[in-house]
């Protein structure tokens, strides 16, 4: 399926990747739970050094929904908030993910699962409440900027669930290769 660009699409491709996530989370063996995750490092981007485990990937997926939930209903209720919150923008989202990072050192993995779980239901809830025409238009809120506000929505669900889909079967690979 590519990238969804209506509602119906949305739904399904949320619904979708999030079962192949926790597909892929309950095929973890006890080797895959405990071992640190240590990726090539011929890959460039932050979060392949920055997550170490489990926990950590899940918690980032659940702070970028907290993300959506409060930029959402904030500018819902007449508010101007922008996406990212003070003092991080488009350019300096790296720290922020490293913020969160920190915050959930002490986050339990179960803690992890149940947080996430609650937040997707809940992000799905959300996307209910928009007309097709208000997820997948551009101009309908101004708080979105140029772009749609499904855009959003994909990006902190299938897109995200897919992004980790991929970050946690490399890390299955590399310990069943012995890595």
Do not use: C
């Amino acid at each position: 399926m590519g990238r969804p660009a209506t509602k119906t699409d949305l739904i399904e491709a949320a619904k979708e990747t999030y079962a192949q996530m926790n597909a892929v989370i309950d095929s973890f063996g006890e080797r895959e739970l405990s071992t640190p995750f240590a990726f090539d490092d011929k890959k460039k981007e932050a979060h392949w050094k920055r997550d170490k485990n489990l926990r950590d990937v899940l918690i980032h997926l659940y702070e970028w929904h907290q993300l959506l939930l409060h930029w959402a209903a904030a500018n819902r209720e007449g508010g101007n908030e922008p996406f990212l919150p003070r003092p991080y923008n488009w350019k300096t989202y790296g720290e922020l993910n490293m913020f969160f990072w920190k915050k959930h050192q002490n986050t339990t993995l179960e803690e992890a699962k149940a947080l996430l779980a609650q937040s997707h239901s809940d992000v799905m809830r959300l996307a209910e409440t928009f007309t097709n025409e208000e997820l997948f238009s551009k101009d309908v809120y101004p708080w979105v900027g140029n772009s749609a506000l499904g855009s959003y929505f994909v990006s902190n669900m299938s897109s995200h669930y897919n992004w980790a889909i991929k970050k946690l079967k490399a890390h299955q690979k590399n310990v069943r290769a012995g890595k």
